[in-house]
């Protein structure tokens, strides 16, 4: 067999399949969907793309997605998440070897350069021989954007030039269009008509496609995997708290005791930032434009103020909010020295990198990859991670495995829906009915050795449930 793909190092994989064997033991979830659907083969036909951090935990993911009976092409969908030996393990597959390899097709490495990124997720939507998948799996929308946008342009006839107000990811994005469109003037058109639908995992992926279905732009039908309770509620929080202190310490080694860190945005990252924070000793102060949120981060014991009154005295800032120019050039002009400024937030515009790259006078040192610090001409620096974009996948190696096992038990639930139900999702974004999120966290409960408590079934009839679940009305908050 030979595969097509393009990842740092093969002989990286047998490290990979290590931390792999290792992680399916702490994804039941996952295992525990292999289980039951191995025999039965639901995805069987399904050629699906997935743009999601190429990390351990998506390595079990992909894998589970193959044993379900899929074909399966990957990218990263950060320039910095990829964990090269979980790449290598992925397309060396279990059965393969360095010189042989039998899994997976990826396209991802640790270190993109922003053509590499788009180039890499252009070559996952494309089979060989031309042919595109017809589902995609997205983790913060740009594989459906790709494709929505080349239809876009297609039927426009022309692409954009960029200009210079374009962001220099954006401008690359064009560039890659303009070619393809040359090349083929049909080939997203073609791709979208094949794909059957996309499941999106994160917030800012999901606030893109219910902007596309407002505007009547969306070309089929999505799963927002993003609001299963066991997803957001569980991930963007539980799974922040791991991974964003573990991002900080290795990329700095700072005390994060005593310091007074700053998180921008209390939705579910903000909150899991906030007690991360606090539980290494920080003392946290919150911003928000959500008077709830505000009132919530406050009765949480959290100062809630703006940036403007602390960006000269604070020691950390974290952005968490999915919105743009948060903390600003001239914030970080005003920020102490060797101020941490990092985000978290799905894009890296949250931080206006583009605005400190042009301040006059700066000049950025390169600590180590993925660590800069930057200095301002009366000689203060302060230190950005991952340069702006994601710290806890670019500095550490992201959410762990339990908390991505309820995410992407999610994830195959949604494909298997929308591959095999597809009649009964017309072009809209849903969410999975609540007894498939508590089949998720179900699925989890062993593992911790939880044990809950049956209704009986003059209780249930008494709160007006089944025995069974789903137990909450759809408008329960958790
Ligand atoms: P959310 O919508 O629950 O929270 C965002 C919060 O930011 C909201 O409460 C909003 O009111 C607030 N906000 C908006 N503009 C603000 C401003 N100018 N100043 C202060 N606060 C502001 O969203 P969630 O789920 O917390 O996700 C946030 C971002 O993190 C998204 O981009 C999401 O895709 C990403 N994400 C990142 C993960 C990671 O591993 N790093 C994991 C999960 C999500």
Redesign the pocket.
Known sequence: MSLDFKVADLSLAEFGRKEIRLAEHEMPGLMATRAEYGASQPLKGAKIMGSL?MTVQTAVLIETLVALGAEVRWVSCNIFSTQDHAAAAVVVGPNGTPDDPQGVPVYAWKGETLEEYWWCTEQALTWPGGEGPNMILD??GDATMLVHKGVEFEKAGTVPSPTDDDSEEYQVFLRLLQKSLAADPQKWTRIAERIKGVTE???????RLYEMQRDGRLLFPAINV?DSVTK?KF???Y??RH??PDGIMRGTDVLIGGKVAVV?????????SAEALRGQGARVI?????P???LQAAMDGFQVTV?EDVVETADIFI?????F??ITADHMARMKHQAIVG?????DN?IDMAGLAKTPGIVRTEIKPQVHEWRFPDGHTIIVLSEGR????GNAT??PSFVMSNSFTNQVIAQIELFTKTAEYPTDVYVLPKILDEKVARLHLDALGVKLTELTKEQAAYIGVDVAGPYKPDHYRY
């Open positions: 951090h983790d913060g995992e994160t917030t800012t992926g999901v606030h993003n957001s991930d963007n929080k799974g922040i991974s964003l921008c945005g209390y939705g579910d990252v903000g909150k899991g919150v911003t928000e434009v959500d709830i949120n505000a940036l952005t968490t909010t999915g919105n120019n948060i985000n978290v937030g799905h894009f949250e994601l710290l806890n996948l992201g959410h």
